[in-house]
Nanobody, 126 residues
Framework: QVQLAESGGGLVQPGGSLRLSCEASRIQFRNVALGWYRQAPGKQRELVATITGGGYTNYGRTNYADSVQGRFTISRDNAKRTVYLQMNNLKPEDTAVYYC???????????????WGQGTQVTVSS
């Protein structure tokens, strides 16, 4: 079963930036798609960003939720088995616990994964 370890969250003022990291193990990292979700209190988990892997003809293609388009950037480092989420111009509504996951792209829309990491808390507040 894949193991995921998110980090990099914290408290930041509106307009600030954070970079989240997620290291994944026990998976063919280079070939799989990677993605970030977030869940705010009382709300459903939301898919924020995805990036394809080597198993796809369009390796490295990214996709973003409308709410973060132009502010967040997802990237991957296969050598470090790590996926990143650079978050700029943060807003209070970005406050949530952020989770990553890894697997077939078809799983991301329905969040169809067997395991999840502990997540990392992002709080945007003045």
């Amino acid at each position: 079963q894949v193991q995921l370890a998110e980090s990099g969250g914290g408290l930041v003022q509106p307009g600030g930036s954070l970079r989240l990291s997620c290291e994944a193990s026990r998976i063919q990292f280079r070939n799989v798609a990677l993605g970030w979700y977030r869940q705010a209190p009382g709300k459903q988990r939301e898919l924020v960003a995805t990036i394809t892997g080597g198993g796809y003809t369009n390796y490295g293609r990214t996709n973003y939720a409308d709410s973060v388009q132009g502010r967040f950037t997802i990237s991957r480092d296969n050598a470090k088995r790590t996926v990143y989420l650079q978050m700029n111009n943060l807003k209070p509504e970005d406050t949530a616990v952020y989770y990553c996951n890894a697997g077939a792209m078809s799983r991301f829309e329905s969040a169809d994964f067997d395991s999840w990491g502990q997540g990392t808390q992002v709080t945007v507040s003045s």
